[in-house]
């Protein structure tokens, strides 16, 4: 629910973070934007992100209060009319780019932003330094006009103005935005959000045992960052940028967005750290770079990961379907046809049992001599399943005659209908099949499964399955359905005798 509120809320609570930030990065020895990063810039990038153009007041006041901060730009003696115009011009030259960063940005990918889509993640990298370029250069032009600062002097800052900028906001804006997520849940808030915001970026998302992997990222990072210390003229900070490489796509490949975010966030601040305790401010912008390299580097890799993850579920869902349910051409939407086609199964393997197959084999026969075109017929045979039965029991029967099925209707296509026969003997109707070599490529892609696979709990049991197939109507052999039937048997068993012979 929208209230005014939970829009103040967000304004305390930003107003908060924003000088916490502030006061993060004065601590690196820099004033205004440190010797890292302007962390502040981050959490603009983060709040437009949520809410777009209703997020400006918000930043206005966040980036008005740490003008406030930095600048004594009201105290006794200093200009009204000046301080009154760098308390306005100073937040709206911060924000204007980052506004119009973010708005090119969703606009050019048609909707909420979604950190889990490579897409997305590529544009915002591409956009997201030229907002900060823009900032940069606006926040000197007004230091310039109104802080009296030299323009050769503006030049020389303007590019670790602009790093400063760019790597809070590769580096902090995300994992910010899930932070003002959380917050925002603690008061039921919700704002219309242009953030994609489904239940794995809320706090309830984010179990204990991820969080784990913070302070063990942060143990590899300081065991690098101490060799770094010991041997400063061999490692540098070199290769504590590698252990935050390595931690990172570690824990991408273990747990959810938000956890990644935080640790980057963590891991980076660590590193900028690290390079003032040493005394290595004089190269801070190859530090620089590499942070902004590494953020770069996870968040693409973290969103291609996690789109392989939604491919592959969705891939499970559709595999899971194939198994447990076949789906004829005509479907089946009444109730009562529904109740039936459940009622039809086989207990044991879950295919379509004998007497439902022989319905449909009458139905689909004649529909084609109606309609015109041709089914495949195929009948299959277990190999050998009384040897198994009686060497390993009836359960390494069941289990083997399961492993059959699985197979079969794993490899049944849209309107194809698999059945148990009887005993060890399988039926498959292959729809709208058009010649024998289409029919002979699905029937070798069984049998290679088929031999592919084991039984379970009986590793040592090989299988393999003999198939015969008659095409119907339209086969010489075949005047009605069960001749149909008598023919893909009769070839089942011509089947059967060539792999003796080529045994």
């Known amino acids: 629910m929208r209230t005014p509120f939970h829009y103040a809320f967000l304004l305390v609570f930003s107003l908060a973070l924003q000088v916490a930030l502030f006061q993060l990065s ?12 302007y962390a502040p810039a981050g959490m603009s990038v983060a709040l437009f992100l949520l809410l777009g153009h209703r997020a400006f007041p918000i930043v206005f006041c966040c980036v008005a209060a740490t003008t406030l901060l930095n600048n004594p730009i009201l105290a006794p003696g200093a200009d009204p009319i000046r301080s009154l115009l760098q308390l306005l011009l100073f937040p709206l030259a911060h924000a204007t780019p980052y506004w119009a960063g973010v708005f090119l940005l969703q606009r050019n990918i048609k909707g909420a932003f979604d950190p889990r889509k490579p897409g997305h993640i590529l544009r915002f990298l591409l956009i997201l330094p030229v907002a900060a370029a823009a900032a940069a250069l ?58 994609v915001d489904e239940d794995d970026v809320h706090r309830k998302r984010l179990p204990l045992r991820d969080l784990l992997y913070l302070p063990l990222a942060l143990l590899a990072f300081f065991a690098s960052a101490s060799l770094s210390y010991l041997y400063p003229d061999k490692f540098g900070l070199s290769f504590p940028v590698y252990a935050m490489a390595i931690a990172l796509l570690a824990i991408i490949y273990k747990t959810r967005s938000p956890s990644v975010y935080l640790v980057l966030a963590v891991l980076t601040l660590a590193l900028a750290y690290s390079a003032s305790a040493f005394g290595l401010l004089v190269s801070a912008a190859e530090y620089q770079v590499a942070m902004i390299a590494v953020g770069s580097i996870t968040y693409f890799t973290n969103a291609a990961v996690s789109s392989q993850r939604q ?3 969705h891939s499970e869902q559709v595999n899971k379907r194939l198994i447990t349910e ?11 046809e529904n109740l039936r086609f459940k009622s039809s199964r086989d207990g044991l393997t879950g295919a379509l049992n004998r007497a439902f197959f022989e319905d449909t084999l009458h139905r689909m026969y004649y529909q084609r001599v109606r309609d015109g075109g041709q089914h495949c017929l195929a009948f299959i045979d277990l190999n050998d399943f009384k040897q198994v039965n009686d060497r390993f029991g009836h359960h390494a029967g069941d289990e083997a005659l399961k492993v059959i099925a699985w197979v079969l209707m794993g490899r049944t296509r ?15 109707i ?66 059967k005798a060539r792999m003796k012979r080529a045994a």
């Open 26 to 37: 004065l601590s690196l020895e820099y004033h205004s934007h440190a010797s890292f990063w």
């Open 138 to 195: 606006l926040g000197a032009y007004v230091l310039h006009l109104l802080g009296g600062a030299p323009f050769a002097e503006i030049q020389d800052i303007l590019a670790t103005r602009w790093i400063g900028d760019l790597v809070a906001a590769v580096c902090l804006s995300i994992a910010l935005a899930y932070l003002h997520l959380m917050a925002l849940e603690l008061v039921g808030a919700d704002l219309g959000y242009q953030f």
């Open 311 to 313: 491919a592959l579920v």
């Open 326 to 336: 076949v789906k004829e051409k005509e479907a089946l939407l009444a109730n009562t």
């Open 414 to 428: 849209e309107g194809d209908v698999v059945a148990r026969y009887g005993g060890d003997e399988f039926v498959v």
């Open 430 to 495: 292959l729809a709208d099949v058009a010649s024998p070599s289409e029919a002979d490529a699905i029937i070798g892609a069984w049998k290679e499964e088929v031999a592919a696979n084991r039984v379970p709990g009986y590793p040592e049991i090989r299988l393999s399955i003999s198939v015969g197939r008659a095409f119907f109507p339209d086969s010489l052999r075949v005047d009605n359905e069960m001749s149909a039937l008598r023919a893909a048997d009769e070839d089942m068993y011509a089947d």
